[in-house]
């Protein structure tokens, strides 16, 4: 058993391993939704390492490279080992061996998210160093049970440069960043509501996979159906079976409280965990 980079790796083989890895979890990825999922979060595979047992990859963490609250971040965008190399404790030891390499590339910490019920994970992390920064809910559900409204505002696109930080409650997670969406522009609709020639709310939708990614309103005008209108507008262009809205911050009662009133309440929730990686 070695440990070494995922940088000579062919991708064909990340994707064998990652379907066997999440072989019992309830979504499975095809390989161009894996392909999607890791150009947005940033998978850089110089600094993305696995345990190989000959030729084979039985254990893998694939690392985002990016900047997060202007700091150079890692992030886990999926840790996975096969099922007959569990118990060995090797995502630890890969992510030990990952440290010094990270560090040599000037990534100062490292960023994941968690399974709240998760609890072996949670404290297997907070043994790593690792210290919970927020709490996320998540809500993934049957399109048919979403409940759009009949939106009354004209619903336009814009585009990604349009995108409007002043409007949102809280900083988004890393999957739904501006630099996120920036990896994977062609992937999103970008869709905005004026009012007298001057944006005041938009949402940013993936119609592959249901993913509403960032949905705001200006304070000033929120309790008017802008919206409803813009949800409802994008989800006429959904391809999936399927909405969800990731890493809404717990703390945000006027997000949370709409996502309810739409049929998607909190399915479970994540925590945002980061440890410091020192020069």
Same mark, same amino acid.
């Given at each position: 058993?070695?440990?070494?980079?995922?940088?000579?790796?062919?991708?064909?083989?990340?994707?064998?391993?990652?379907?066997?890895?999440?072989?019992?979890?309830?979504?499975?990825? @095809?390989?161009?939704?894996?392909?999607?999922? $890791?150009?947005?979060?940033?998978?850089?595979?110089?600094?993305?390492?696995?345990?190989?047992?000959?030729?084979?990859?039985?254990?893998?963490?694939?690392?985002?490279?990016?900047?997060y609250g202007d700091v150079l971040t890692?992030?886990?965008?999926?840790?996975?080992?096969?099922?007959?190399?569990?118990?060995?404790?090797?995502?630890?030891?890969?992510?030990?061996?990952?440290?010094?390499?990270?560090?040599?590339?000037?990534?100062?910490?490292?960023?994941?998210?968690?399974?709240?019920?998760?609890?072996?994970?949670?404290?297997?992390?907070?043994?790593?160093?690792?210290?919970?920064?927020?709490?996320?809910?998540?809500?993934?559900?049957?399109?048919?049970?979403?409940?759009?409204?009949?939106?009354?505002?004209?619903?336009?696109?814009?585009?990604?440069?349009?995108?409007?930080?002043?409007?949102?409650?809280?900083?988004?997670?890393?999957?739904?960043?501006?630099?996120?969406?920036?990896?994977?522009?062609?992937?999103?609709?970008?869709?905005?509501?004026?009012?007298?020639?001057?944006?005041?709310?938009?949402?940013?939708?993936?119609?592959?996979?249901?993913?509403?990614?960032?949905?705001?309103?200006?304070p000033a005008f929120r309790r008017r159906?802008?919206?409803?209108?813009? $949800?409802?507008?994008?989800?006429?262009?959904?391809?999936?079976?399927?909405?969800?809205?990731?890493?809404?911050?717990?703390?945000?009662? @006027?997000?949370?409280?709409?996502?309810?009133?739409?049929?998607?309440?909190?399915?479970?929730?994540?925590?945002?965990?980061?440890?410091?990686?020192?020069?």
């Open positions: 058993m070695r440990i070494g980079s995922l940088a000579l790796t062919d991708f064909d083989a990340i994707f064998r391993a990652f379907t066997r890895a999440f072989a019992d979890y309830e979504m499975q990825l @095809s390989e161009e939704q894996l392909r999607r999922m $890791l150009r947005r979060r940033g998978f850089a595979p110089e600094l993305s390492f696995a345990a190989f047992d000959g030729d084979e990859i039985v254990s893998f963490t694939l690392n985002g490279i990016g900047r890692a992030y886990d965008t999926g840790t996975g080992t096969l099922p007959n190399a569990r118990g060995r404790g090797l995502a630890t030891e890969i992510f030990e061996h990952s440290i010094p390499f990270l560090r040599q590339a000037g990534v100062r910490q490292y960023l994941l998210e968690v399974l709240q019920h998760n609890e072996r994970a949670v404290s297997v992390y907070r043994r790593l160093g690792f210290e919970v920064t927020r709490e996320f809910n998540y809500s993934i559900r049957p399109g048919a049970e979403v409940v759009v409204g009949d939106g009354t505002w004209t619903v336009e696109p814009i585009g990604i440069e349009q995108i409007e930080p002043a409007f949102r409650d809280f900083r988004p997670s890393w999957q739904n960043s501006v630099e996120a969406i920036v990896r994977a522009a062609d992937d999103f609709i970008f869709r905005g509501v004026f009012v007298d020639g001057s944006l005041v709310g938009y949402c940013v939708f993936e119609p592959a996979a249901g993913d509403v990614t960032q949905l705001a309103v200006a159906g802008i919206a409803t209108s813009l $949800l409802g507008h994008v989800l006429a262009e959904n391809r999936s079976g399927v909405v969800r809205v990731v890493n809404t911050d717990v703390s945000c009662a @006027s997000m949370n409280g709409f996502l309810a009133a739409r049929g998607l309440g909190v399915t479970g929730k994540q925590f945002e965990m980061v440890k410091m990686i020192l020069p």
